[in-house]
């Protein structure tokens, strides 16, 4: 049987109707009708598809500007290969048929139709992912939205508290930074919107409206900084002006109240359903992913292992691998901007939660010092939010028990010594032998340790370079 398919469907898709075109393998038009966004009109889309040569066995694939919705749900339990196409790209497929820039909802349907018969292999299909995929999806997008908002409503706040209220931020500030969305905070802004309220509060209404919050400790010496704060001299608005922005805020804390309370419950859904998934023991092995990262990351890439066809498209679905324009003797690399933006946002948390503690001074040990105490490396693998591959960065862990691995099963700094070097150490060790007139090979000494750089030929990964401790 022939593999390639009878036909090709394009659908227009808008609110209330969508407008489809069938062509075969020719380019040569089958079927256009519009149809309705409701059971009626897919029942009318199937029957169409059913004429054109639509079968179990061979299905006509479907091109759609849109990768969601009530229409694009119900043809994926048909079980058929639905391709979003961005309209971007749709716009750029008109132009090859038309100079005159005309446009209408059948000739984008004819389009996307006939980008299918033509490209269907540069473009990638919609995942065939699990339904409890799906709804980690749902909730963890949700959950991102919420946190989004959620910040959106605390700047807006804190905006406005900075022009009537500066005492109330100084009595909440923690390193240079006010955490508006805390429980505390937030208990206290009720209690005092305005700072005629705030310097006539007393100390004990502060301290049980933090233990409203929630806070079980150090709440009186809280409570004696918050009261300290409110009651210092700031300048003020006249009390009319004072009052009605009193009344802005009151509505501002509302929001944040609502939406503090939208990313906690959502985001508790999300790591619960996460919690379900096969893949859920996988994803959290890696360090700085949790339940919550680990479910917006499934939500992004999904479980369908045939999505991506391999490592690079994965890093250019996150927009960590850069954009290359060569033309002539003109080349630049730059950032890829056109990207998943959801999954650059939790790999940009991955990375700061990835980061290693602070190593202590035995950072600096040398292989054969760790031989002789025992202690084994831990490998911890690590992510930045512009840099899908991996990069491993080694750091001695607490020593073990465990029996020590042979010579053949060491890690390779181990006999290099590259973890006791700083890293203009190992860059000057990759240079010296580099041929510049002087070839003889360099002694660096380094807290009473001799270590002989390696030929040209075998220059340290840049890897290691990179990740060299200071």
């Known amino acids: 049987m022939d593999a390639r398919p009878r036909a090709y469907c ?29 059971a009626q009109g897919f029942a009318e889309l199937i029957a169409i598809l059913a004429e054109a040569g639509d079968t179990p066995e061979q299905t006509i694939p479907v091109a759609i500007e849109t990768p969601r919705g009530l ?16 309209p971007l790209a749709v716009a750029r497929y008109r132009e090859r048929h038309s100079v005159s820039r005309k446009k209408s909802d059948h ?5 996307l139709a006939n980008i299918l ?39 807006e706040l804190r905006s406005l508290l900075r022009e009537f209220y500066p005492g109330f931020l100084e009595a909440f500030a923690h390193n240079g930074s006010t955490n508006l969305a805390s429980r505390e905070a937030r208990a206290v802004l009720r209690l005092a919107p305005t700072p005629a309220k705030g310097a006539v509060v007393s100390k004990a209404r502060i301290a049980a409206a933090l233990r409203r919050a929630g806070r079980q400790r150090g709440i009186d010496a809280l409570a004696t900084t918050i009261h300290r704060a ?89 927009g960590s691998a850069p954009v290359t324009r060569a033309s002539g003797r003109s080349i630049s690399v730059t950032r890829r901007t056109v990207k998943n933006n959801r999954l650059a946002a939790v790999g940009f948390v991955w990375a700061f939660a990835a980061i290693p503690d602070p190593a202590p001074p035995s950072v600096t040990t040398t292989g054969d010092e760790l031989e002789e105490t025992g202690t084994q490396q831990r490998c911890a693998t690590s992510t930045t939010a512009n840099s899908a591959s991996s990069t491993t960065a080694c ?14 099963q060491r890690p390779t700094s181990w006999n290099t010594r590259l973890d006791s070097l700083t890293r203009s150490e190992v ?10 007139g002087d070839n003889t090979p360099q002694i660096i000494e380094r807290q009473g340790q001799r270590v002989i750089p390696r030929p040209a030929a075998c220059k340290p990964s840049p890897s290691l370079i990179k990740k060299a401790p200071l």
């Open 117 to 155: 018969r033509t490209d269907a292999h540069v473009h990638r299909p919609l995942p065939a992912d699990t339904e409890l995929a799906r709804a980690v999806a749902v909730l963890a997008r949700a959950a991102q939205d919420a946190i989004w908002r959620r910040t959106k409503a605390t700047q």
């Open 230 to 318: 409110l009651r210092t001299k700031h300048l003020r608005h006249p009390h009319t002006v004072e009052e009605a922005m009193g009344r802005h805020a009151a509505a501002l804390l509302a929001t944040l109240d609502t939406e503090c309370n939208n990313a906690d419950e959502l985001s508790a859904a999300a790591s619960e359903a996460f919690g379900q998934h096969p893949d859920y023991a996988i994803i959290t092995s890696f360090d700085g992913l949790g339940d919550l990262t680990g479910a917006r990351l499934l939500a992004e890439i999904g479980d369908d292992p045939t999505r991506f066809a391999d490592a690079r498209a994965l890093k250019a679905f996150a």
């Open 395 to 408: 750091r001695p862990a607490r020593p073990t028990t465990r029996s020590r691995p042979s010579p053949s």
């Open 427 to 436: 860059y000057q060790r990759s240079l010296a032998p580099s041929g510049r």
């Open 107 to 111: 000739v984008d349907a004819m389009t």
């Open 10 to 38: 394009g659908i227009d898709w808008a609110e209330g109707h969508h407008d489809l075109a069938v062509v075969n393998p020719d380019g040569k038009l089958i079927a256009k009708r519009r149809i309705a966004d409701n």
């Open 71 to 86: 229409m694009v749900a119900a043809l994926r339990e048909t079980g058929r290969r639905i391709y979003p196409i961005n």
